[in-house]
């Protein structure tokens, strides 16, 4: 139980393009789902949490109007990078949380991206 | 909020012995600490949590330990394999609060 899917896992964009990543919970309703993005070799940062039904909130420094957080449904929440830049390249990693009486996140298989 | 040190951010064991990884957390109020294992390239995997109302838990090999007073936690891991070698996390959630901030990992290293 508990599975988390990503899709895509890699993705390569030119400069100034979107791209949109999706987040799934496979077998469980996910109230709430986290977004992270992790450089090489450096921990996780989190860039916001997202409930369903209601808006992201962001941590400091994350800009809302450029990762674009939807979260329409108990199974599906989605980031968009808009207008990338090569400095976005990063992995991005979903976590899921069944609620907040829930302590345990599951992580998806990250997405790769890169900007050219 | 919650700050999360981890230590040593390198170890290296023999195979066969064991290894402990310490974090310490500054929130008296977190009481949820899971331990996230990561391979190159791949995602974090939960291996064992333990919240505040518990001292101690242990699956197989691996077995984590709180101590509150002194706000630090412990990753053990008995009998250590190859497979055992990745990136440890170690992680704290505070009290009404679903956010979990991260420790900077382990780069834990199992030689033959």
């Known amino acids: 139980g508990a599975v988390v899917s990503q899709h895509p896992s890699r993705v390569i964009c030119k400069s100034g393009t979107s791209v949109k990543i999706e987040c799934r919970s496979l077998d469980f309703q996910a109230t709430t789902m986290f977004w992270y993005r992790q450089f090489p070799k450096q921990s996780l940062m989190l860039m916001a949490t997202?409930?369903?039904?209601?808006?992201?909130?962001?941590e400091q420094g994350v800009e809302k109007d450029k990762f674009l957080i939807n979260h329409a449904s108990l199974t599906l929440s989605t980031l968009t990078v808009t207008s990338a830049h090569p400095e976005d390249s990063s992995f991005y990693i979903c976590s899921a949380s069944s609620g907040t009486g829930a302590y345990e996140q599951y992580f998806g298989p990250g997405t790769r991206l890169t900007v050219t | 909020g919650e700050n999360v040190e981890q230590h040593p951010s390198t170890l290296s064991v023999q195979e066969g012995d064991s290894a402990v990884i310490k974090c310490t957390y500054s929130d008296s109020a977190s009481n949820y600490f899971p331990w996230y294992k990561q391979e190159l390239g791949k995602r974090p995997q939960l291996i064992i949590d333990?919240?505040?109302?518990?001292g101690e838990k242990k699956d197989q090999r691996i077995a984590v330990t709180l101590n509150k007073t002194a706000k630090h936690f412990s990753l053990h891991i008995t009998e250590t394999q190859p497979e055992d070698s990745a990136v440890y996390f170690c992680a704290a959630r505070s009290y009404g609060n679903n956010r979990l901030a991260f420790g900077k990992g382990n780069q834990v290293v199992v030689i033959p």
């Open positions: 333990i919240r505040s109302n518990v």
């Open positions: 997202s409930n369903e039904g209601s808006k992201a909130t962001y």
